[in-house]
């Protein structure tokens, strides 16, 4: 089954700031992998995804993630944080085997003015 | 087009009682999900429909939780009886059929059991 590890559970950056939130998978075999974002008291929305194709993939917000196979990551940036960013990650994974979603546990990207 | 709907938003009860959860997903997606996000961790999928049929229960807890989606739309998680433990926010989530891995998520229903 595939696993997902975000080793940051709170990222505190400054506002302007560039940012990375990482994310490790277990599995490279058919993964699709996501990272969505959640505000407080609401859902998750998906920032962006990597299904096939470019390694880097660009999303909503000015965020990207590049997909390494080798080193079985996934890590999200932005190269200036907002203070409307202060939100938990939450990075995803879809294969390896297994067709149920698998999430991290999050981070908490704290940005400060 | 108008979100996933999920009532009630917050729910307090009592240990040994039960409660119903209710998801009304996207306009013709086919896809429904029900997860439990525990506080400090991420969603974990305790059961996924395709229109009225199950397609992983795997990680439901069956002698307490159930589930049902009976005209392939709208959907009901239920607990009974509930323990401290299940005490977190559940979420359900919705994909249309031509872009499966692309879920959309309701606001979630937070639960408290004292």
């Known amino acids: 089954a595939q696993s997902v590890t975000q080793l940051d559970s709170q990222v505190p950056v400054f506002e302007e700031a560039p940012v990375e939130l990482r994310c490790n998978y277990s599995?490279?075999?058919?993964?699709?992998l996501f990272w969505y974002v959640q505000y407080p008291n609401q859902g998750l929305q998906l920032l962006l995804k990597?299904?096939?194709?470019?390694?880097l993939v660009k999303g909503i917000n000015g965020f990207e993630a590049e997909f390494n196979k080798s080193q079985t990551s996934f890590h999200l940036r932005k190269p200036s944080v907002h203070i409307s960013d202060t939100a938990e990650y939450f990075c995803?994974?879809?294969?390896?085997?297994?067709?149920?979603?698998?999430f991290g546990r999050g981070t908490s990207l704290i940005v400060h003015p | 087009e108008a979100g996933v709907a999920q009532s009630p938003r917050y729910k307090i009860i009592e240990k040994r009682q039960s409660v119903a959860f209710w998801c009304n997903p996207i306009?013709?997606?086919?896809?429904l999900y029900w997860y439990q996000q525990i506080l400090g961790q991420g969603p974990k999928l305790l059961i996924q429909?395709?229109?009225?049929?199950?397609?992983?229960d795997s990680q439901l807890p069956k002698d307490r939780f159930s589930a049902e989606r009976l005209k392939g739309v709208d959907s009901t998680l239920k607990i009974q009886p509930a323990k401290l433990e299940d005490s977190a926010v559940y979420l359900c989530?919705?994909?249309?059929?031509?872009?499966?891995?692309?879920?959309?998520f309701g606001p979630g229903t937070r639960l408290t059991v004292t």
């Open positions: 989530a919705s994909s249309p059929e031509t872009q499966t891995y692309e879920q959309y």
């Open positions: 599995s490279s075999v058919s993964v699709y």
């Open positions: 990597y299904l096939s194709g470019s390694t």
């Open positions: 995803a994974a879809l294969g390896g085997g297994s067709y149920i979603p698998t």
């Open positions: 306009s013709g997606h086919a896809t």
């Open positions: 429909f395709q229109n009225n049929g199950v397609v992983d």
